[in-house]
């Protein structure tokens, strides 16, 4: 009975195909059109089986057909570097050397931001850790401290990789905001340089310099521009012209305006 079970026990790859003399030719023959032939038979050949190992991830972010082809590549690789010599078969080197490649596009190619390797191994670290402690832990969230526990990390490596489980990908400024029934979108809650902080640099900057201006024209200045009167009004308080009002705001201005620059350059 025991013997029918180890015979029925399938193996993982178990319908691989036996290209055994197949590499040690490929190792023996130059370069050309010949190895060029055998080496894509090879990698057909064993192309189900890297299809299989791209299989393992799906639903991670990334379309089926790309990661085939992230595993088809990962297969020339194992076929163009494998030397039957070290005696090893050639699945027990394909399959680290696929997956590898796999690991290799999700971590240089899935992130929307870069994110240092080391924070993204805190990352991975700290996402077991917390799967496992919500099974051990139920009814709440693992803290923190337990996270750090259960991963051998110290808290600041912790958090750090608890930050990186959601920098995976970026939320659109579009997306509308959970909760939200009005439309209301991330972009609506973003700040925005406020216009007034202009008008307070000039007005300071400007300050000393009305300061000391002659008693009339800073009269005359306030009168125009913070008691909103118009000229003429300005110049019947003043007992002159409007003409002469409207010479001196000109003269003030632009003597105000010039020194300001001085000082700015």
Known sequence: MRSDARQTKRHPHD??????????????MPHGPERDVLRQELVKA????????AGRFRNRGEALDDLRQVAA????????RYDPERGSAFESYAVPTVTGEIKRHFRDHMWTLHVPRRVQDLRNRVRFA??????????????????????????????AGLEALDSFTALSLDAELPGSEDGYALRDALGAPDPALDVVID???????????????????????FGDMTQSRIAEQLGISQMHVSRLLSRCCDRLRDQVMQDAA
């Open 130 to 159: 917390r799967q496992d402690l919500t099974q051990t832990v139920p009814g709440r969230a693992p803290t923190l401290a337990e996270i750090a526990d259960k991963a051998q990390l110290s808290l600041e490596d912790a958090a």
């Open 15 to 28: 319908d691989a195909p036996d290209t055994a003399a197949a590499f040690r030719r490929l190792t023996e």
């Open 46 to 53: 064993w192309l189900p089986m890297a299809e299989r190992l």
């Open 73 to 80: 590549l990962g297969l020339v690789k194992a076929v163009d």
């Open 203 to 225: 007005r300071e900057a400007v300050k000393p310099r009305i300061a000391a201006l002659p008693e009339r024209e800073r009269d005359i200045l306030y009168m125009r521009f």
